[in-house]
């Protein structure tokens, strides 16, 4: 073989490793594509699901749904043994995360927190047992009467009652809210049961009773040890809760029940206002509620008395 069939031989042996090199290099770089593009699938979400469409782009891309709930209400939403979040409201957000085909993320916060994390967009929704009222759609502080900020849309999906509960065995003599007068009262701060503590306590000074004493904190698991130590004589919660803590704090010696129920008034899922995320929600709470999802999710948790039979918007007072 002479020199220059050599030097022909070697380089065509070097072009075909090149190209073989940038076969290679191009089989890398389309796996690599490949990769990012499942990854991309799965953090977006599923155009299959019924009710897709009916997402804000945003969302469909994102795929996820980012919830501000105060996760230490049982058992609308806690967390379990294992720290996973549970309970009513996180089994109904996976039932409506099926029809809509993302996923909903639970956030912790403080219950007073939560229209504000969702005014300044750190949360798509609030999903919190959070009691739709007119003062709350139209982002008004219900004590001053004073303008706080954007007012909320709720869609409607559970109703609840505000209940009193004292230590088992030891009721003060508390049947009714005017039974109240003059007795220490420990409550969650921002909720029903506070605004209608303080509502009630004005009605004891006027009628000359002495004023309910009240300790607001920041969530009613807090309020539940305060009592259970005998630092106030009742607590007060929505019904569900409070008959959940009678039923398992302590194995059921802890509290009790006294009087009925009152102030009636729907959950909402509170959206900021002219969001289409809204109409999707009502949607998806519609299907659930018509193929028997929401009734299982309900039945689990024994507060059937509470059932809604449509998803309502903005049907607080």
Not at 41 to 65: C, M, N, R, Y
Not at 129 to 149: F, H, I, L, P
Not at 221 to 229: K, V
Request: aromatic share 6%.
């Amino acid at each position: 073989m002479t020199a220059s069939t050599t030097r022909r031989t070697t380089v065509a042996k070097s072009r075909i490793a090149a190209v073989g090199a940038l076969a290679v290099a191009g089989t890398l770089l389309l796996t690599a594509c490949g990769d990012q593009t499942e990854s991309a699938k799965k953090d977006s979400g599923s155009s299959t699901a019924p009710l897709f469409d009916e997402l804000p782009k945003a969302i469909q891309d994102k795929g996820v749904i980012k919830v501000g709930s105060d996760i230490a209400y049982p058992p609308v939403e806690f967390k379990d043994k294992s720290g996973k979040t549970v309970g009513i409201d996180p089994d109904l957000a996976d039932a409506l995360g099926k029809q809509l085909g993302v996923k909903f993320e639970f956030e912790n916060g403080t219950f007073d927190t939560l229209l504000t994390g969702l005014r300044s967009k750190r949360y798509d929704i609030a999903m919190s047992a959070m009691t739709d009222t007119k003062d709350r759609q139209n982002g008004v502080d219900g004590d001053t009467g004073k303008k706080v900020g954007e007012g909320v849309d709720f869609v409607d999906y559970f109703t609840a009652g505000v209940s009193i509960y004292t230590k088992k065995g030891d009721d003060k003599g508390i049947t009714t809210w005017s039974d109240l007068c003059g007795k220490k009262m420990v409550v969650q701060r921002g909720t029903v049961s506070h605004d209608l503590a303080k509502s009630e306590s004005e009605k004891c000074t006027k009628a000359g009773k002495g004023k309910i004493t009240l300790e607001a904190f920041d969530n009613d698991l807090e309020a539940q040890t305060r009592l259970r130590g005998g630092g106030a004589d009742a607590g007060s919660s929505d019904f569900p809760v409070a008959a959940y803590a009678v039923k398992t704090s302590g194995g059921g010696n802890d509290f009790q029940l006294v009087g009925e129920q009152v102030e009636a008034a729907p959950y909402g899922i509170a959206v900021a206002k002219n969001n289409p995320l809204t109409k999707a929600l009502q949607s998806a709470l519609e299907a659930i509620i018509k193929n028997g999802e929401y009734d299982k999710v309900i039945a689990k948790w024994g507060v059937e008395d509470g059932a809604v039979k449509e998803a309502k918007l903005n049907g607080g007072s």
